[in-house]
Every structure is written in C-alpha cells, then in structure tokens.
C-alpha cells in the first residue's frame, strides 16, 4: 500500500537519544527523506538519501534503514530539537511522494 | 541561494478556483535537474503531496487530486503556478511550494513560507 506509518509522539530527555521510525512497503526501494517542522514554519530538510545532511544541519541527526523501515535518530538531543518529524518516500516509477503522518519530539 | 515565495488566493468560497504563485530568486525556473512542486497541510495536520512540474513543463500529480489540479510554468517571470478547481472547506491548507531534484523526488531541499488558503461554505 502507498501509506507511510509514523508514531505520533514520542519524549526525550535532553541529552539522551531518541530514534523515530517509518513504515511502508515503498520503503523497500527508496530511501526516505525526513524534515523538521517547528511550528509556524515550513519544513526543514534535515536528512536525505542514505544518510545525507544538508549543510547547516547538526550531525546528531542520522538515518538508517532497513527493511521497510526508516529511522531518524537525534543523539544528543537539544531543547531545540522539539519539532514535529516528517518523513517522506517516493512511491515506485511513478515518482509520486507520500509523507508520513509525523512525529512530535518532546524534549524534557 | 534559492529562495521560493508563495502568492495568490487567500479566502474562497466552496466551488470556487484557487490559484497560487511560487515566485523564485536565486534560480531559474528552467534550470535542468529541478521539480517545481506543490505540498499542502491542512490545519493541525500532515503535509500532502500536491504534485511537481519539472522545468520542461512534464507534470505529475497526486492521484487524489488530479482531475481538480493543473501545474504550469512562466519562464518570462521566474515562477510557476497552480490551480485546484472546485475547492471545498476539505481544501483549506497551508500551501506550500518546494523544489525537488530528479534524482530524488521526495527530497525537498528549498522551501517557500506558505500561504494559508481557507475555503469557507
């Protein structure tokens, strides 16, 4: 099915590591991508491709996959790292997008 | 730098045609390599894809939405548009325009602010 499954919250001490997950069939063929989303504002890049991040964004922040599944972890996570998570997959040759339905990080 | 920069209607009437602008600095348009799209969120929602148009004008839509949306580009003026004909209140959204790359569709590395659009009955 085209449906990428998030968990919608999860917390975090600051400090400590915290790995969010997305689930879904096109996951098996595509790298996700995964954007931050502080409210207010539009989403941020933060990771792409295998483990890609673009110029600007904290190396605590690392993906990985396997399966049909792909994390985001934040090691080390900063108050500033309390956002809603999104990931984001192609869907097969179509080259249609869909995005998980977020994640919101709580930083305690 | 690439900055991108949303315009168009802000409050409509169910059935009515909304129509949107991405206006971008820094790059062209017609730059090879490069999807101009489309991404929506309704109010305490996720994000949705809308669809792209790529700088020879190939379009791609969500399948949800297709037979409502149309994508275009103005080369002339450095921006390209949308339209979604129809719209109910299930349309109010921030909308948001973003560049993608071909070789990866869902990385959007450049995003505009948004523009709220709400639809009232």
């Known amino acids: 099915s085209s449906e990428l499954t998030q968990d919608p919250a999860v917390s975090v001490a600051l400090g400590d590591t915290v790995t969010i997950t997305c689930q879904g069939d096109?996951?098996?063929?595509?790298?996700a991508s995964w954007y931050q989303q502080k409210p207010g504002q539009a989403p941020r890049l933060v990771v792409s491709?295998?483990?890609n991040r673009p110029s600007g964004v904290p190396d605590r922040f690392t993906a990985s996959d396997s399966g049909n599944t792909a994390s985001l972890s934040i090691t080390g996570a900063q108050a500033e790292d309390e956002a809603d998570y999104f990931c984001a997959s192609r869907v097969s040759v179509t080259k249609h997008v869909i995005f998980g339905g977020g994640t919101r990080v709580t930083v305690l | 730098q690439l900055q991108l920069r949303e315009s168009g209607s802000g409050l409509m009437k169910s059935s009515e045609t909304l129509s949107l602008t991405c206006t971008l600095s820094?790059?062209?348009?017609?730059?090879?390599?490069?999807?101009w799209t489309w991404i929506r969120q309704s109010p305490g929602k996720g994000l949705e894809w809308i669809g792209q148009i790529s700088h020879s004008a190939d379009t791609n839509y969500n399948p949800s939405l297709t037979s409502r949306v149309s994508m275009s580009l103005d080369r002339s003026n450095n921006h390209f548009s949308m339209t979604l004909t129809s719209v109910t209140a299930a349309d109010t959204a921030v909308y948001y325009c973003a560049r993608s790359s071909v070789g990866a569709t869902n990385k959007f590395d450049f995003w505009g602010p948004g523009t709220l659009v709400t639809v009232s009955s």
């Open positions: 491709g295998k483990n």
């Open positions: 820094g790059a062209s348009v017609t730059v090879g390599g490069s999807y």
């Open positions: 096109s996951l098996r063929n595509y790298y």
